[in-house]
C-alpha cells in the first residue's frame, strides 16, 4: 500500500539558511498535517491542512511556512535556520480532517550547523 | 488543553518477558493511536484504537474511553521491539495530535 512520502530524508543546513521539506501525502487523502521532533522530544504539531486550507496551526515559528498544492502535496518553508531547529519533521496524512486515523511518513532528518 | 500522561517511562526488559504500557488522557477522546518508534526514528502505526480492544500478532491494545486509559500489552518481547512507544490523542478540535512523553523500552537478550 502507498504510504506518505518525505523528501528529503536527510538535510543538513547552516545557521541563517533556508530549507524546504516536501511531504506527499497517501492518494486520496486531502488532510496533511507537520510534526516536530526535537532530541529525545515527543513530536510536537506544527501545521495543518485540509483540502489546501490551513486547517489548525500549532507551535510554529514565524520563520516557518507552509502549503498545500493542488495535487495535495505540502511543503514547509524554513527560513533564518537556527540551531534549534535541528530535528525529526514529521509529515502526516488522513482521508478527512477530524477524527481519523493518521499516517505517518518516514521524516525528514534536519540537522543545522 | 487535553494533557496525556504515559507510563511508566522507562522499562527494561529481559527477552521473552511481557509488559503492560499505559497512557491516561484528561479529557474526552474520539481518537487514539500507538506508535514504536524504531532507534531510526520511524514512527511505526501500532494501533488506532479510539474504544475497544484490538490484537496485532503479539501487540494489543485496549482503550476505557470513559475511564479516559489505553493500555499496549506486548508478550514474547524481543530485542527488536526496543525503541519508544508514543500514545497520542487528537486535541478538543480534532485537527492535530497531542502526544505522551513516551515509554522508552530497552529488551534484552
Known amino acids: 500500500a502507498a504510504g506518505v512520502i518525505q523528501s528529503p530524508r536527510h538535510l543538513i543546513k547552516e545557521k541563517r539558511e533556508t530549507a524546504t521539506l516536501k511531504c506527499y501525502p497517501i492518494?486520496?487523502?486531502?488532510?496533511v498535517y507537520w510534526y516536530q521532533q526535537g532530541p529525545g522530544q515527543d513530536p510536537q504539531f506544527l501545521i495543518s491542512f485540509y483540502e489546501k486550507m490551513q486547517s489548525d496551526k500549532g507551535s510554529i515559528p514565524d520563520r516557518f511556512s507552509a502549503q498545500q498544492f493542488s495535487d495535495y502535496h505540502s511543503e514547509l518553508n524554513m527560513s533564518s535556520l537556527e540551531l534549534g531547529d535541528s530535528a525529526l519533521y514529521f509529515c502526516?496524512?488522513?482521508?478527512?480532517?477530524?477524527?481519523?486515523?493518521?499516517?505517518f511518513g518516514p521524516g525528514t532528518r534536519l540537522t543545522v550547523t | 488543553g487535553i494533557q496525556v500522561e504515559q507510563s511508566p517511562p522507562d522499562l527494561i526488559l529481559q527477552e521473552g518477558a511481557n509488559s503492560t504500557l499505559r497512557c491516561n488522557f484528561s479529557d474526552s477522546v474520539n481518537n487514539l493511536q500507538w506508535f514504536h518508534q524504531n532507534p531510526w526514528g520511524q514512527l511505526i502505526n501500532l494501533f488506532y484504537i479510539p474504544s475497544g480492544t484490538k490484537q496485532n500478532g503479539r501487540l494489543s491494545a485496549t482503550t476505557v474511553a470513559t475511564e479516559r486509559y489505553s493500555l499496549l500489552y506486548i508478550s514474547s518481547s524481543q530485542t527488536t521491539d526496543s525503541g519508544v512507544y508514543f500514545c497520542?490523542?487528537?486535541?478538543?478540535?480534532?485537527?492535530?495530535?497531542?502526544f505522551g512523553k513516551g515509554t522508552t523500552l530497552s529488551v534484552s537478550s
Open positions: 492518494p486520496r487523502h486531502d488532510t
Open positions: 502526516a496524512s488522513s482521508p478527512s480532517t477530524t477524527a481519523k486515523q493518521q499516517y
Open positions: 497520542a490523542v487528537f486535541n478538543q478540535a480534532g485537527t492535530a495530535l497531542i
